[in-house]
DNA sequence: ACTGTTTATTGACAAAAGTCAAAAAATCAT
DNA sequence: ATGATTTTTTGACTTTTGTCAATAAACAGT
């Protein structure tokens, strides 16, 4: 699974220190619709996704939901600019599904820095992902139209297709909700 | 001057710490059209930009420039995906004018990390920054049409605009030429 | 199972954006 | 300064995408 975070395999834990870091971290189960965050209030944790998907999502001065990250198995949720400084979220995330979580709190995850130095390294190492995700998906929008943006999603995230209503696909996408479900009735 | 980066005030370092860290970074000239970094190169220095601009791009299949980012005077050159992990970068960055900037290389940014704990942080904040620049620019693709774009565009970089070639603006914006070009004449 | 609500589809049309090609303007190198 | 090259503008046209509104379908709560 080469889309799976794995601590120890990708970024070289000990056992000691995958032994210190899990006892940092909890187990949490989100129900379908239940926020792991909520905009206005800072994000005081990070959260791994055992299992299930979350959805980001913010609004515009209009109230229309827009989308910005799906966050699927495997894959950590940190709210870069809520959780590292400590602000108020302008983001919501919210369980598409019943979710399973591992969820570590600032300060613990703070601790984890001095106690593990190579928490360090992970962090930055996360920090580049994301970061490379977002220069993928900016370039998306650069060079590709409505049509190829949607099957690329489709390839990338094929479960994603199937749990997660099309309006909020569409807002994903950037593509009128119309237009969408004309595109894809084409496939 | 609000966007420009002061490692006194803005990260808190300590005078002794500055002194550390200045020693570690070399002043730099770039010549307009030189390059910083080149496609299939590893990133070795972090760059700080004291005064000019410069630009990142990458090829398509079809051969063509694709703008990714400006760098500003007053905002740090770091090529994620590159620098952090030392992979060959897939994009390039050139100087749009002479400028000067402090560049450090990776060897001597590992060691700023021990000796000065705090460089820990300013990195993770400067991610911070790059990220909520991503996020922001992201949405406005999700939610601005091509005008609203390039009118968000002028008004978050007016030197860029007197720069830069409209080309370059047109695929860092995601518009064809042709189209920019008339959306201009109209204002 | 029924009702209200949300979500998705569809049609008719409008607006936005892209394409191709040619001309004009600006820039560069000698 | 001049010719070559690159960049920008413009016109005529096409394609893509959005808008509005109505209908259909799916879903949720009782």
């Known amino acids: 699974?080469?889309?799976?975070?794995?601590?120890?395999s990708n970024f070289g834990l000990t056992h000691e220190e995958l032994d210190v870091t899990f006892k940092s971290y909890s187990p949490e189960s989100m129900l379908a619709n239940q926020y792991f965050l909520k905009q206005?209030?800072?994000s005081d944790k990070?959260?791994?996704?055992?299992?299930g998907l979350l959805r980001a999502f913010f609004y515009t001065e209009n109230g229309e939901e827009i989308t910005t990250h799906f966050f699927t198995t495997g894959s950590y949720i940190i709210s870069y600019g809520s959780f590292n400084n400590q602000t108020p979220s302008k983001e919501n995330i919210i369980a598409v599904e019943n979710s399973e979580?591992?969820?570590?709190?600032?300060?613990k995850q703070?601790?984890?820095?001095?106690k593990i130095p190579q928490w360090n390294q992970i962090c930055k190492d996360l920090a580049d992902i994301k970061s490379r995700e977002?220069?993928?998906r900016t370039a998306q929008f650069q060079t590709l139209t409505a049509t190829e943006r949607y099957n690329l999603f489709c390839a990338d995230f094929p479960e994603?297709?199937?749990?997660?209503?099309?309006?909020?696909?569409?807002s994903y996408l950037g593509i009128d909700i119309a237009?969408?479900?004309?595109?894809?009735?084409?496939?």
């Open 40 to 42: 206005g209030f800072v």
């Open 110 to 114: 703070k601790e984890l820095y001095l």
């Open 179 to 187: 237009t969408l479900s004309r595109i894809r009735k084409k496939r």
């Open 46 to 51: 990070i959260g791994f996704v055992k299992e």
């Open 1 to 8: 699974m080469q889309n799976k975070i794995d601590l120890k």
């Open 134 to 136: 977002m220069i993928e």
């Open 101 to 107: 979580l591992m969820t570590v709190n600032y300060q």
């Open 160 to 170: 994603v297709i199937k749990k997660v209503s099309l309006r909020h696909i569409s």
